[in-house]
């Protein structure tokens, strides 16, 4: 297996978009950081700037205002990049799919590479998401 | 032969190399006891060395601006944390051999690693950044003053010498610098001005994750960024082993050595696990008056003894 790729799984560091969520997915995304879960152990840490995010963390229904930040916010991170569309309303805007406001699910404007479904998707199941993040990088089975 | 000597003393043993590895198993010590004082279970011991490769393996993105400053401030940071940890490596092993007036040399080298946050941050042209240029800024002013004059009392106690060979020699025969009243005073007050250089918490205002987001180094990707990463690794190998030749130079075999580097590094781990954040003028109020108090008495003191 190529090095730069295994150290890349080893240590992701990630930044948390909130496109306008209701915050209940962002709390569980934290939940993963505390004592319980404690994801530090696989080398993943929450970063302040863009520019030192190995993983997008999208969280939330794209409005008309979110959109434009969005693609501007992939563009700023440094390849390679991955994105993860966390909770329902990332995935199919959920509750919001009539609304005026929203553009549409966030694989129509980004390219999503794993989706957690669930509204809020509990800590568990964003860790699983994140090993089957690994593993799809890693080309494992 | 000479020359091929000191080029491996600084590229290999005391210096580079060395000092890289060492750095970054100290940042592992820092992570693993937050960690442990957080109830977590931390990473494992490779953690520090996965993420350099990892960053060193990205996209390294220029802003807009000036290019060559941008990628220039994190190398010279990183050659001159890695020459001081030469320096001290060098006159820990070799006492006798030590050039005069050395010190004077590092404490100036020491300055370099924080000019060069804030040359890269201001060739960045981000507004967050060019806060967090103008907060490093500050803090060195803050820092700087205690931080000298407690080196400068540790000079006066060895009866004058500006040499680290000759500083360890004087503890040789006299004791530890530590054991005295006035050199207690002087550690005190630079274990201090030594958290703020390493940008530990209390005084971290100029890379603020949450406020300013990473600060100065918010436009820094892949190479630079593992520079700076690099050179705080670097730094925080460097400045325990300061801290050992000026106070503690009693005892310097190894497992002596790796004691105390131990011990010094998990009292800045405890002081940055139980104490908020300072906004930047409650860090310079503190600074110019407990520490440089502390510093300026043990001067008073030691210039009574003489």
Known sequence: ?????????????????????????????????????????????????????????????????????????????????????????????????????????????????????GCPPRPEAIIDGIVKLVKKVRGEK | MEIVKSIFNYLVFPGLIFSVFAGLMACWIDRKVSARLQWRVGPPWHQSITDIIKLLGKETIFPQGGKFTFLLAPFLGFLSASLVAAI??????????????????VLYLLLVPAVAVIL???????????????????????????????????????????????IINHQLFFGSNILSFSGLLAFLSIIFCIQAKLGLVPFDASEAEQEIMGGALIEYSGLGLALFKLTKAVMLYTMPLFVIILFMGRDLSPLFMILKFVGILVIFILIKNTNPRLRIDQA?????????????VAVVLNLKEK
């Open chain 1, 1 to 117: 297996m190529n090095f730069k790729l295994k150290a890349l799984t080893k240590s992701i560091w990630v930044f948390h978009v909130s496109a306008g969520s209701c915050n209940n997915c962002d709390i569980e995304i934290l939940d993963c950081l505390t004592p319980r879960f404690d994801v530090e152990r696989f080398g993943i840490q929450l970063v302040g700037s863009v520019r030192h995010a190995d993983a997008l963390l999208i969280t939330g229904a794209m409005n008309k205002k979110s959109v434009p930040l969005m693609k501007k916010i992939y563009e700023q991170a440094p390849k390679p990049c991955v994105v993860v569309a966390v909770g329902q309303c990332a995935l199919s805007q959920h509750m919001f799919k009539d609304s005026y406001n929203v553009e549409g699910p966030l694989d129509s404007i980004l390219p999503v590479d794993v989706y957690i479904p």
């Open chain 2, 284 to 296: 310079m109020r503190f600074f110019w008056r407990v520490p440089t108090l502390l510093s300026a």
């Open chain 2, 120 to 166: 890269g941050a201001s060739a960045s042209r981000n507004p967050l950044a060019s806060v967090g240029a103008s907060r490093e800024m500050k803090m060195v002013l803050a820092y700087e003053l205690p931080f000298i004059l407690a080196v400068i009392a540790m000079i006066i106690k060895s009866s004058g010498a500006i040499q680290l060979g000759k």
């Open chain 2, 88 to 105: 001290l490596g060098w006159s820990i092993l070799n006492p006798d051999k030590s050039f005069s007036s050395d010190l004077i040399v």
